[in-house]
């Protein structure tokens, strides 16, 4: 006779940067344990496991979470990207490349929630998301320049106990700079293109 099945746990599927895993979880179980203990995903690490330090991050459907405070049956249907996920083949990221030449990481233990956390700011800024240091919150006002204030306030939520915080601040910037220069291009084209 098989056993009943038990009300505290289930198989669930994630869809992790593109592939989907079933694995049977305790309800309890973090999104942050799933990834490291049962799929051997060890890149996104566990700090202080209360969400303070940002070294468990990881973007769920493109906007970035703290996987140990994200339980993982509620992370089930959604699209989780984690650091494994960034890179394409043996090509790095630009946000991924922009930290090493920069020396954005210095132990590297927080690097992959900085990268997480990085990808996710440039897309927020570029939206036109406000932070709590934006002077004008106005949609009127537009983008706010993504100044060091900006990404550093933008960016609070992940701690390098090393310290590479300007490095960090630099290697965001960079990225985000050369994204607005290649939307601002990609613009352009549309426009001539149009007009021909």
Known sequence: MAPAPSSTSS???????GEKYTLPVDHRTTLLDALREHLDLTGTKKGCDQGQCGACTVLLDGRRAVSC???AVAAEGRAITTIEGVADG??????QQAFLDLDGYQCGYCTPGQI???????EEHAAGWPSAVTDDVRPEAGVPA???EEIRERMSGNLCRCGAYVSIV??????????EADAGASAEAEVKEAAA
Do not use: G
């Open 90 to 95: 043996e090509r790095l990221h630009p946000v």
């Open 11 to 17: 198989a669930i599927t994630l869809n992790i940067n």
């Open 146 to 148: 993504l100044t060091a």
């Open 69 to 71: 405070l994200q339980l």
């Open 170 to 179: 630099q290697a965001v910037a960079r990225v985000a700079e050369a994204a």
């Open 116 to 122: 997480c956390s990085a990808l996710a700011v440039i």
